[in-house]
């Protein structure tokens, strides 16, 4: 694991991470979307940000819970498009070499309508960021600070999409920003279901 993942890592609450296979799911009961299975070549730091988290007082049989937005976002207030987050972000390298970018995956799935998914998508983005400065920032290795290249794409995984289509010989994700949105920030929507390779995303 390179440096600066292992420093991510690090800092990172264990009760949201996912082990082992990367598998995205929707949490919610009637979700109408298919889990999806990435296979990895490299490490990664998987977050999943709708689970679990831990209780609210010490007390075993307290009943009292955190929603989404407010273990995510605790200092704003519930309005709409703030709280808004996306289901998973996935800190990835594939090749550990000198150089090698490391890619910050924001991933949402959804069951019905895609609209909704751009302030998602940017407010993980926006969170990512955040997660990578503090660690950055908590690490005395200077290698950390320096850093290697940092590329943010997002994913939507959702039942009806088309496949993404690719120009060339060699497959490669055909990403675009929204139009408006933040530029640098390239999104592609996938058709939810079945294994991909996680580094067909790496581009």
């Known amino acids: 694991m390179s440096t600066l993942l292992q420093a991510v890592n690090s800092i990172l609450r264990d ?3 996912v082990h082992g ?5 929707e949490s919610h ?3 109408t ?3 999806i299975v990435l296979q990895k070549r490299g490490p990664a730091v998987v977050l999943k940000l709708d689970a679990q988290p831990p209780a609210a007082c010490e007390r075993t049989d307290c009943p009292r819970t955190f929603s989404v937005g407010d273990r995510i976002f605790p200092l704003f207030v519930a309005r709409s498009g703030i709280h808004s987050i996306c289901d998973y972000i996935i800190f990835y390298q ?3 070499e000198t150089g090698n ?8 799935l959804k069951s019905g309508r895609i609209d909704g998914s751009r302030q998602q998508i940017e407010n993980g983005r926006i969170l990512a960021e955040h997660i990578v400065r503090m660690a ?3 690490q005395i290795d200077e290698v950390v600070r320096e850093g290697p290249e940092i590329r943010y794409r997002g994913i939507i995984f959702a039942p009806k999409l088309p496949e993404p289509k690719s120009s060339s ?3 490669k994700c055909p990403y675009e920003p929204y139009p408006g949105g933040m530029q640098d920030l390239l999104v592609v929507r996938c058709r939810a279901g079945g294994t991909r390779e996680l580094h067909y995303f790496c581009a």
């Open 136 to 138: 950055a920032h908590h």
């Open 15 to 17: 009760e949201f991470k």
């Open 21 to 25: 296979a990367i598998r995205l799911e």
């Open 33 to 35: 979307c298919e889990p």
């Open 169 to 171: 010989r060699r497959p």
């Open 29 to 31: 009961v009637l979700s």
């Open 101 to 108: 970018p490391v890619y910050v995956f924001l991933c949402e």
């Open 94 to 96: 594939h090749r550990e």
